[in-house]
């Protein structure tokens, strides 16, 4: 890591793509959380939300946002060590950053409405930790996957609508487990509402399966489906699809 | 077929295709199932996983994640027929692993408030068994004939949104058939949660369609709609559209 | 117009197109036109097939779908105009097969549950005549601009999500209109439902605006908005946007 | 700025995609305003409306039909200070225009239903002047944002969806925040309402928020986000993702 004009453009990035990740999503999260359609409104938001923050800083940082995805990114070999450390320290800053202005933003009474906190969803009682861990750990290889394919050479040629394709992946997770999990699928977004809240509730384990899936995704990935040596074949200009 | 390293990333691409198809698409489902408008939120959902199932495994095995896109493809002849047997066995065994960690992973209050069993829709009482054959036989003709356009040389230069237009294919033909028939256009997801369910409804027909599409589309595809020999003119550098 | 293979192609495509327009988007409609959101999920799915609609014959014929494009690229000069009447013929003939096929497809209790009949909608009572035309005119004008667009030769580099923003084009335009003049923006969609019903209520202010809008706004595309003849200064290979 | 065709037609562009902004974002906002799901279907409309916007205008003038956005591109160097006031007068005149032809397409009673008037939302009570510029500023910020980045050199290999990622984002901001500002993110949609009405809540701290985010994004961006001046590194063709 060299500390120059460029680390700074990244770091900025992923202070600033964090902080607004968690202002943009946990705002329409909060508006809409009293409705019982609250989860749909939920999963698209925070799925609209990765697509602009893909937008806007994926050409400056990359635009992780989310220590998971920079943690894969590093296994992977597209960014070094310290560069890895710095981006996740970035996004923990971001995240606390952009909770704070939030929460400065909102009247009170939109926050007393958010139970148990804004942006805080109690997973379902009926599970136990270790559902908890598998669904999170599920949600997030797929997330992590989505990754995985974006940074794949063979993909080199489709850099459009990844926003987008992001976005709609990030959505598909959420309705699926928003109401098991919370399915935050990121340790900024599960940790930092919990320091402004006396929160008593269960987040190890999601914090766990997130943690699994950020190791393990990126191995099985080299080792399932990685690009074979020899030259892809192309049928006029990209990758043959069989 | 040649079984090399390639071979077996195809194979296993399949595999964890069908997995997330029936783990992502199913929970989502479960979830919102007893909602009135859990149609709608089946739908979009189902049309978000293979979004999300064409962008990690598109460049890997081609995310066929169905039986009768396979035999389509093999008909078509972009890929050999041991190769297309080989893809809908990895389909099988991904489905039934996908099914059986969903099971593991849902909470006993959930599953059994989902009727007649999680992913599985009772078709419309009303509808004579041909019809269920022929609405089946319609929505599945659209998905393959999206895959024929995929496929086709001509959108060639067209990869980048590929994920997106499929998973909007889905969700406007599952808005379209879901309470008809259900809308899976997949044997896959029409069979394997059979297998976990004492179910008695009616299914025969709607395979029947599904495999009727699967093998009429794409000789209809290459008689009626397919390139001609002659070199495409071209505007700019796209098919001339008229 | 020469009778060769790809004309056929091209006309087997426009007849094609229009019935699964009509198939898919009116089965969606039918299914759930007794809701109160009702108009939004015919919107979306309306949307929805048009974006299947090119997505499928977009390479094809170029997926008009619709008498009132067709008649707007003529006047463009894409298309000549015996190939016009051909698309305009072939549309007709496609869009009753479609609803004849649906009307067949669906149980008797669904079609009689949609007043006043399967995908047509009753234009809201307070509009004058004179405003029925001129929100249709508004409406089908933003969809020929949409096309306009599209064939435009500045677009020519961005043909990969055209049948997205299509989609979405026609999904805006339904919800803005559908509960005023049903918003259908399409001459085969207004007339052939009425063909199979005794139907009463007022449709010629929304043909006379369909109509209109097909002749003037070519015209004016290609007066206000042409590209001046001096080639295009391009910026890294796009057109410059400033 | 050269009075001749191409300055017409970029003022003809400007004119008439802030009317259709007006015409297509507000009569779909108009029709679902009683709903309890307003504030939800009010945002994609509005989002929908600026992809059909962006889509269509695009090649012409560049699609603001936002003073703050055109303001943010000549501080960027992208258009010269007279052409940006051009842009201005051309948005106002067409969003003044677009609101009157509304008006008069509109039923009385449909009018009425709208409270306080069509197109304008009453901000939330409970929110102070500071923190409803802070909110409008945050909002309009994004929006800029999204604009900046898609003016940047390192995404002008990413045109083609474009129009659906603004539209995305402006969604995703209108979700967040409409109950709480209206979040109109422009101020021809926040002034024009208001010429037709005896308007008496409060939109000055607004606007406020949308001027500054129109002059700080872009400072911001030159100073932190910056492409830096050596070579792009890039991997088969496109910024190296990192």
């Not at 999170?136 to 040629?157: H, Q």
């Amino acid at each position: 890591m060299i500390l120059d004009v460029s680390t700074f453009s990244r770091a900025m990035g992923e202070f600033t793509a964090t902080a607004l990740l968690m202002i943009v999503g946990c705002m329409g999260v909060a508006m809409s959380f009293p409705d019982e359609a609250g989860f749909l409104v939920g999963s698209f938001q925070y799925g609209l939300t990765v697509c602009i923050v893909v937008h806007v800083f994926g050409c400056i940082s990359g635009a992780h946002a989310n220590p998971c995805v920079s943690i894969s990114c590093c296994i992977l070999g597209h960014i070094a060590m310290d560069m890895m450390l710095a981006y996740v320290a970035c996004q923990l800053a971001g995240g606390l950053a952009g909770y704070y202005f939030l929460m400065a933003m909102l009247p009170a009474a939109v926050i007393e409405h958010n139970y148990p906190a804004v942006c805080v969803h109690d997973p379902m009682a009926e599970l136990s930790n270790f559902q908890l861990l598998a669904i999170e750990f599920i949600l997030t290889s797929v997330l992590v996957l989505g990754w995985c394919a974006l940074w794949d050479v063979r993909n080199d040629n489709c850099p459009d609508s990844a926003p987008i394709r992001m976005g709609l992946l990030v959505t598909a997770c959420g309705i699926a487990g928003n109401n098991l999990t919370g399915a935050s699928m990121n340790p900024v977004k599960t940790l930092i509402p919990l320091l402004f809240d006396d929160y008593r509730g269960t987040f190890y384990p999601q914090l766990a399966g997130q943690a699994l899936a950020a190791v393990l995704v990126p191995c099985i990935w080299c080792t399932a489906f990685a690009n074979s040596d020899k030259p892809i074949e192309t049928v006029h200009g990209r990758p043959k699809r069989t």
